[in-house]
């Protein structure tokens, strides 16, 4: 049975301009749905951070570190929107997986939807649960605070987000078994432990002008879905010079994208929706399927070549 909504106690400010330490937003609606916040008009924001669990889920306790799937909606405390992921992306079609939050739970600013006060308020929620993040803009953002936005530091914000999953990753992590040779064209794959595989392009062989993809070790696990977050371990090579521009292992070991939503390259959104964790994937991107429609990126005309090794999801 579902755990039934915590209604919070709406404390009105005074006249005096006092502010209170309790959660002044209302918050209604359970996991999985998009939420409704309201605000009573004359109510003071705290001028510190206050949680509040709204519904306690039944899943694994989220910890620092842990890789997280998060659903959120935001507001100022005057009813301005701040983003929600229950907004469909423009252009979705229907029944779509929709754009989320997969991110680490830290204290750095990993991504632009929460705050990494809000983001840390997630480590001890449980998986399922939903709950309520409010305060000054002062207190949840500080100095990060944007001044193009319009909001002043004084302004009540609130943020519900549910924990959709969690998943303690081990950093050093990468797809186990026996490596199946390079089909004919594909770039060759040397990894080794703890640090970016070495990819080597077929001397004389043109870049693809579509997308190429081979599974080089077979994993036995789930399969992943579009909205998933998938972890990975990856390198990136150009296949014009076949030198490296990005790998996991430079950033401190697997991390974590959501996947089928369009938050990656379309080549990797294509290629690994309906891989299995364990696999090993090696792929190769043409431009348009890679950041060719980023003109202004430096990658813009650069056929890619990933090789990703997936983990796990959340």
Not at 144 to 157: R, V
Not at 177 to 205: F, H, L, N, R, Y
């Amino acid at each position: 049975m579902a755990v039934p909504v915590l209604l919070l106690t709406a404390a009105c400010g005074s006249d005096d301009g006092k502010t209170s330490d309790a959660a002044v937003a209302k918050v209604t609606g359970q996991p999985g749905a998009k939420p409704t916040i309201s605000v009573p008009k004359d109510a003071k924001p705290a001028d510190k951070v206050v949680t509040k669990t709204v519904v306690e889920g039944k899943g694994a306790v989220v910890k620092k570190g842990d890789l997280v799937r998060l659903d959120f909606t935001a507001q100022t405390m005057k009813g301005q929107n701040l983003g929600s992921s229950w907004t469909p992306q423009p252009g979705a079609k229907p029944g779509a997986a929709r754009s989320q939050v997969v991110t680490e739970v830290t204290d750095q600013m990993t991504q632009q939807m929460l705050p990494p006060k809000v983001l840390t308020a997630a480590a001890g929620q449980k998986v399922g649960s939903r709950f309520e993040v409010e305060g000054t803009a002062k207190a949840l953002i500080g100095e990060g605070l944007n001044p193009q936005s319009g909001i002043k530091p004084e302004d009540g914000l609130v943020w519900v987000v549910d924990v959709v999953g969690a998943q303690k990753v081990d950093k050093k992590a990468k797809a186990e078994g026996t490596q199946a040779a390079p089909e004919s064209g594909m770039p060759e794959v040397k990894a080794a432990d703890d640090k970016a595989a070495t990819i080597t392009i077929p001397e004389g062989e043109k870049a693809p002008t579509n997308l190429k993809q081979q599974v080089l070790i077979k994993g036995k696990g789930p399969e992943v879905k579009a909205g998933d977050g998938l972890i990975a371990q990856y390198t990136g090579v150009k296949w014009e010079d076949g030198k490296k521009f990005d790998s996991s292992w430079d950033h401190g070991g697997a991390t974590a994208f959501q996947i089928g939503t369009g938050q990656v390259v379309q080549g990797w959104d294509q290629a690994l929706v309906g891989k299995h964790v364990g696999d090993r994937v090696e792929i190769v991107i043409p431009p348009k399927l890679g950041y060719g429609a980023s003109p202004q990126h430096e990658l813009a005309k650069n056929t890619l070549v990933f090789v990703v090794d997936i983990v796990g999801t959340v």
